[in-house]
């Protein structure tokens, strides 16, 4: 048996808490059969009233055995009762639950028109479900993500950010590009802004001398390195406030960051969609804008005006 493969004689039993809040308890020491489960589920909970374990395993690239024991795992005596507790939703209304965010864009053989005429008939309508779902997908992303986040947290996160002595702005791999896009912003509404590591510095040097007053703004959706993790650790132990913003799939974070940003990224191709966590930065940046008031106005005057100065931009 693989390793990825063995499951413990007993699994930890969680708090009769959401199937959401089970997965998150567990995910982060699941083995990669499971978790890639866990991931499809909690990206797509309908998926578990409307599908079979087989199914399941199928579309996260799994088996039915992994299927087992990341339900067995999360608490569940099996995957009836799981399944009985996603109709249940379902039958209440939750839209987490209304929509798989998945379309089959294949057409059953027997369906198939016959003809060059008829097969470019069938693929062009075959590229409009794929489309369509792909759009479908990003809208239930953005309203999944702001739902979860609220505006009582946006307000709380900006008004600390606009407040801040210094504000450190963390992120690698893909999280890099959102973490520079957020740095740049920030820097050109207030200064003291700092994306971390630098490029002529070392993470260390940027964490330096963080206290209560600061704020960091660690970017990890997935996946993260470890090197992140750690860096947050540090910046607690400073006494720094951090915004977590990571996906929606994450594990509970074992140091509690100040607040937490799910958002959703499950996308219809092989690649996540970053369009949610975008959105989500957008708009707490217009948040922050409005907290700093005319500083960040007359900021952003004398940022335009060295701009035509300088020749900079056409």
């Known amino acids: 048996m693989k390793r990825d493969e063995q499951v413990p004689d007993q699994f930890e039993r969680t708090p009769r808490d959401g199937l959401e809040a089970r997965i998150r308890h567990h995910v982060e020491a699941m083995p990669p059969s499971e978790r890639s489960v866990a991931e499809l589920v909690l990206a797509h909970p309908g998926l578990l009233a409307t599908h079979s374990a087989t199914e399941l395993a199928g579309l996260a ?3 039915k055995a992994a299927v087992t024991r990341c339900i067995r795992r999360i608490g569940y005596a099996s995957f009836a009762a799981v399944r009985a507790e996603a109709r249940g939703a379902q039958r209440w209304g939750s839209p987490l639950y209304a929509e798989t965010g998945l379309t089959r864009v ?27 779902a792909h759009v479908r997908a990003e809208v239930v992303n953005l309203d999944r993500s702001f739902a979860a986040i609220g505006q009582q947290r946006f307000e709380a996160i900006a008004q600390a950010i606009a407040g801040a002595r210094r504000v450190l702005v963390l992120g690698y791999r893909n999280s890099r590009v959102l973490a520079t896009h957020l740095a740049a912003m920030l820097g050109a509404l207030r200064t003291g802004v700092e994306l971390a590591p630098g490029a002529a510095g070392t993470l260390g040097e940027s ?18 390195v470890p090197v992140f ?13 951090v915004l977590y913003l990571t996906d929606a799939a994450a594990g509970t974070h074992a140091s509690q960051p100040t607040w937490t940003m799910r958002v ?4 219809t191709s092989l690649f996540d969609s970053y369009a ?6 957008n708009y707490l940046l217009a948040l922050v804008a409005a907290r700093c008031g005319e500083p960040a106005r007359a900021r952003l005057r004398e940022i335009e005006r060295l701009h035509g100065a300088l020749d900079e931009l056409a």
Do not use: N, Y
Request: net charge positive.
């Open 207 to 224: 964490l330096a001398s963080l206290s209560r007053h600061d704020v960091v703004v660690a970017v990890g959706l997935r996946r993260r």
């Open 61 to 63: 690239g799994s088996s």
């Open 276 to 281: 949610a966590a975008f959105s989500v930065a």
């Open 264 to 267: 959703h990224c499950a996308g």
């Open 106 to 132: 294949a057409p059953p053989a027997e369906s198939r028109p016959r003809g060059a005429r008829a097969r470019g008939a069938k693929g062009a309508r075959l590229q409009d479900e794929r489309l369509a």
């Open 229 to 241: 993790m750690r860096a947050i650790r540090v910046a607690q132990a400073q006494g720094a406030r």
